[in-house]
Structures are given as C-alpha cells and as structure tokens.
Antibody, heavy 119, light 108 residues
Framework: QLQLQESGPGLVKPSETLSLTCTVSGGSISSSSYYWGWIRQPPGKGLEWIGSIYYSGSTYYNPSLKSRVTISVDTSKNQFSLKLSSVTAADTAVYYC???????????WGQGTLVTVSS | EVVLTQSPGTLSLSPGERATLFCRTSQSVTSLYLAWYQQKPGQAPRLLIYGASNRATGIPDRFSGSGSGTDFTLTISRLEPEDFALYYCQQYGFSSWTFGQGTKVEIK
C-alpha cells in the first residue's frame, strides 16, 4: 500500500523559505512509471499545482511560482522535497504531495500539511 | 496556460438524484490528460476519473466521465450521502498541470 507523508514546519516567517519533505513508503520513488508532485490549497480555496519532478530529475514548475520554487528528490531516502522562497501570507495553505502517473493524473496523495506564513 | 472553468459552482441536489458537473478548458486538451477528483472536508483529494472516462481503482460505477476537446462532464448517476463533496477537474498539457476552481455538490 503506497503511502505519502508530508513533513516540515507548520509556521514560517514572511520572506523566509518554506521547506517540506514527502516520504514515500510502500513503493520506490525511483520507478520510471511515476512522477512526484506538490499541490497546495489555501484555506477555503481551490487546488493549485506547484510543481512536479520525474525520476530522472526533470522538474516542471507552475509559471506563477517558478522563480521561487525548487523541487528535488533523494532516492536514498525515498523522499522528495519542496522549497519555496520569499514566502508571504499568500503562501499560507495546506500543502499536499502526490504521485503522478502517465504524465497526467495524481493517483495517490499525502494527507496534507498546513503551513502558515506569519511573523 | 490552460484554464479550466467548472460549472456550476454549487449543485444542490437530494440523495438519489443525478448530478452532472461540467469542466470547460480554454484550449482543446487530450482526453487522456483530463482527470476528476473528489475532496471531502479535511481530506486530501481522491482520484475518481482519469483519461476523461476511466474510473480509478475502487470508484463505484455510479461515477462516470465523458467529453473531449474543450468540454468534459462528470456524472453521478444516483447520489449517495457520501457523494456530497467538492469536485475538481484537472488537466495536463505543455508540461503544466492545472485544476478547475471546483464544484460543490451539497444536500438540498
């Protein structure tokens, strides 16, 4: 049973860098069949794709966030990570990690973690 | 960027009724790259439909998807109490993924 679990600080100060890690269990992050993504959801709002990374290391980012986002993968730990720099209150959201398949849909999601940007 | 517009914003129905949700894309998209998700309060989204019309593992057959080009539909044939939730469409194209703004299916 594949499971994804987000971890990281729940509170980040404005202008600092938000850092989250997604630990994958029950499957290998190195599989060429899948890709791995980060999606966020501000309180009471809809879903916003942040970015995705393939097993090869290729990354794709939301153009509106691209200048501030870095996604990386650590195959030795079966984890992938998100860094979002220069955060503001607008970055307050529940952040989800997810597994993608066939370059299209996300079939497994983590439970999500709320990150609040506040001083 | 491909923009997805879902309608209606809210659908008020009774259990047992049929629900029809729409997703219109700003450009024609490949059907393979269109998916639908269900989200309940406090939970992560759950994949319902992929490739526009294929039910994900464990999804009841009262859920069905259809459409092509720029117009896609999610149908729930007979609403069960557990189906009242938020629904999102999502597409992939040009190395980018986008979601619609969601349709809330609420109890009338």
């Amino acid at each position: 049973q594949l499971q994804l679990q987000e971890s990281g600080p729940g509170l980040v100060k404005p202008s600092e860098t938000l850092s989250l890690t997604c630990t994958v269990s029950g499957g290998s992050i190195s599989s060429s069949s899948y890709y791995w993504g980060w999606i966020r959801q501000p309180p009471g709002k809809g879903l916003e794709w942040i970015g995705s990374i393939y097993y090869s290391g290729s990354t794709y980012y939301n153009p509106s966030l691209k200048s501030r986002v870095t996604i990386s993968v650590d195959t030795s730990k079966n984890q992938f990570s998100l860094k979002l720099s220069s955060v503001t209150a607008a970055d307050t959201a529940v952040y989800y990690c997810a597994r993608g398949y066939s370059s299209s849909w996300y079939d497994h999601w983590g439970q999500g973690t709320l990150v609040t940007v506040s001083s | 960027e491909v923009v997805l517009t879902q309608s209606p914003g809210t659908l008020s129905l009774s259990p047992g009724e049929r629900a029809t949700l729409f997703c219109r894309t700003s450009q024609s998209v490949t059907s393979l790259y269109l998916a639908w998700y269900q989200q309940k309060p406090g939970q992560a989204p759950r994949l319902l439909i992929y490739g526009a019309s294929n039910r994900a593992t464990g999804i009841p057959d009262r859920f069905s998807g259809s459409g092509s080009g720029t117009d896609f539909t999610l149908t729930i044939s007979r609403l069960e109490p557990e189906d009242f939730a938020l629904y999102y469409c999502q597409q992939y194209g040009f190395s980018s993924w986008t979601f619609g703004q969601g349709t809330k299916v609420e109890i009338k």
